[in-house]
T-cell receptor
Framework: EAGVTQFPSHSVIEKGQTVTLRCDPISGHDNLYWYRRVMGKEIKFLLHFVKESKQDESGMPNNRFLAERTGGTYSTLKVQPAELEDSGVYFC??????????????????FGEGSRLTVL | TQLLEQSPQFLSIQEGENLTVYCNSS?????LQWYRQEPGEGPVLLVT?????EVKKLKRLTFQFGDARKDSSLHITAAQPGDTGLYLCAGVNQAGTALIFGKGTTLSVSS
């Protein structure tokens, strides 16, 4: 079974340009998450999809970030225009567990290898 | 704001030594997870602890959840070079919908 796939693995862009990151979750996983790790900081939650619906986007830094998951399959995260502080590793994760507020939370997350974004 | 503090940040030991990594918070978490991440890869779940005082073992790794569910520890017995990696603890946020991560402990085991 294929794992979570992310593309590109590394992107280098100039400040002000646009970048789109793509994530293909494990087939059948309704839950898809985006997380980000900025250098020297902890991995931070960005947003959560259940199928094609945004369940929680409280972690999105600002309106320069736009995430979509059309058809409830793959997801894209667009940064437009990119700023220097957007540099970091963007992780996508998926899970099969249903979403509910309870002890188990998101359940077991399967992470992709990450997309490293460098903004110059 | 829920935060998880991990210590130590870096650990370099010889093969065969024992070690303990700590994950502490002033907040109560409904559950905590431990992940291991290798360079160029995403985090991989090792264990989830749910009940205060719970102890789980995974071969040479022992995970403990504090009685008050505010802290956790990971103990590795007789470390091996294959244990090298970044160890992350993560707790479920208050809404129960996302994970809050610690900064991680980078472990290096040399033979």
């Amino acid at each position: 079974e294929a794992g979570v796939t992310q593309f590109p693995s590394h992107s280098v862009i100039e400040k002000g340009q646009t970048v789109t990151l793509r994530c293909d979750p494990i087939s059948g996983h309704d839950n898809l998450y985006w997380y980000r790790r900025v250098m020297g900081k902890e991995i931070k939650f960005l947003l959560h999809f259940v199928k094609e619906s945004k369940q929680d986007e409280s972690g999105m830094p600002n309106n320069r970030f736009l995430a979509e998951r059309t058809g409830g399959t793959y997801s894209t995260l667009k940064v437009q225009p990119a700023e220097l502080e957007d540099s970091g590793v963007y992780f996508c994760a998926s899970s099969q567990a249903p979403t509910y507020t309870g002890v188990y939370g998101p359940g077991e997350l399967f992470f992709g290898e990450g997309s490293r974004l460098t903004v110059l | 704001t829920q935060l998880l503090e991990q210590s130590p940040q870096f650990l370099s030991i010889q093969e065969g030594e024992n070690l303990t990594v700590y994950c502490n918070s002033s907040s109560v978490f409904s559950s905590l997870q431990w992940y291991r991440q290798e360079p160029g890869e995403g985090p991989v779940l090792l264990v989830t602890v749910v009940t205060g005082g719970e102890v789980k073992k995974l071969k040479r790794l022992t995970f403990q959840f504090g009685d008050a569910r505010k802290d956790s520890s990971l103990h590795i017995t007789a470390a091996q070079p294959g244990d090298t990696g970044l160890y992350l603890c993560a707790g479920v946020n208050q809404a129960g919908t996302a994970l809050i991560f610690g900064k991680g402990t980078t472990l290096s085991v040399s033979s």
